[in-house]
């Protein structure tokens, strides 16, 4: 199956830095690209939405000043968390969808994740 | 709104036994689909199977096997003879609509199914 990779897999910040996270997809071009957030014992919540060259969707109570992303290509998505705090701490994983235009349909393939932690 | 209901937070089994793990899910497309995720301590999540609204044969892979049943709105994984390495988080899916590019998928709480030796 296709791969989806994620950069870096653990990441411990001081409180107010920025930290970046990277998605690529690397064996296919991913028309979306997601991101969730995931804490301890608890479920995968979208956070947002992105496409190649837009402006990414955000889900509600997600503040996209806080969180930025950047889908600049096919194969690559970042997230930025600015002005990180301890409520950041988090394990952060994103996804990407391949359209298979011929079956109307998709596959996903989701990341590693990446691990933040905010001192 | 969708929403998936996985009402078993925990399952403990000893090694061998059969474990079933249950999935409801709500949507008012009749277009959709379903989807089962295993998510072992490493963190990494992965695809187990995907059912589109369409189909509702139940399917089975080794040891897995999944029911569909779209009168009871339910998505049921059976994992038999169990073993430790299943442990791990699972989670059910949907996404509502013709899968479009934008499509979001909802997960479950998840189920912790613990395998003991």
């Known amino acids: 199956g296709a791969v989806v990779s994620q950069h870096p897999s653990r990441v411990i910040c001081k409180s107010g830095t920025s930290v970046k996270i990277e998605c690529r997809s690397l064996?296919?071009?991913?028309?979306?690209m997601f991101w969730y957030r995931q804490f301890p014992k608890q479920s995968l919540m979208l956070m947002a939405t992105?496409?190649?060259?837009?402006?990414?969707?955000?889900e509600q109570g997600v503040e996209k000043d806080k969180f930025l992303i950047n889908h600049a290509s096919l194969t690559l998505s970042t997230l930025t968390v600015t002005s990180a705090h301890p409520e950041d701490s988090s394990f952060y994983i994103c996804?990407?969808?391949?359209?298979?235009?011929?079956?109307?349909?998709?596959?996903?393939?989701f990341g590693p994740g990446t691990r933040l932690t905010v001192t | 709104a969708q929403k998936v209901t996985q009402a078993q937070t925990e399952i403990s089994v000893v090694e061998k036994e059969d474990v079933t793990l249950d999935c409801v899910y709500e949507?008012?497309?009749?277009?959709?689909?379903l989807f089962w995720y295993k998510q072992p301590p490493s963190g990494e999540l992965v695809f187990l199977i995907r059912?589109?609204?369409?189909?509702?044969q139940n399917e089975i892979s080794g040891r897995y096997s999944w029911n569909f049943q779209k009168s009871t709105s339910s998505f049921n994984f059976t994992i038999t003879a169990s073993q430790v390495v299943d442990s791990a988080v699972y989670f059910c899916?949907?996404?509502?609509?013709?899968?479009?590019?934008?499509?979001?998928?909802?997960f479950g709480k998840g189920i912790t199914l613990s395998v003991r030796p």
């Open positions: 064996d296919f071009q991913a028309t979306t």
């Open positions: 992105s496409n190649e060259g837009s402006k990414a969707t955000y």
């Open positions: 059912r589109n609204s369409f189909d509702e």
């Open positions: 996804s990407a969808r391949e359209w298979a235009s011929g079956d109307r349909s998709y596959e996903q393939y």
């Open positions: 949507t008012r497309d009749t277009t959709y689909y």
């Open positions: 899916a949907l996404s509502e609509g013709l899968a479009g590019a934008n499509s979001k998928l909802t």
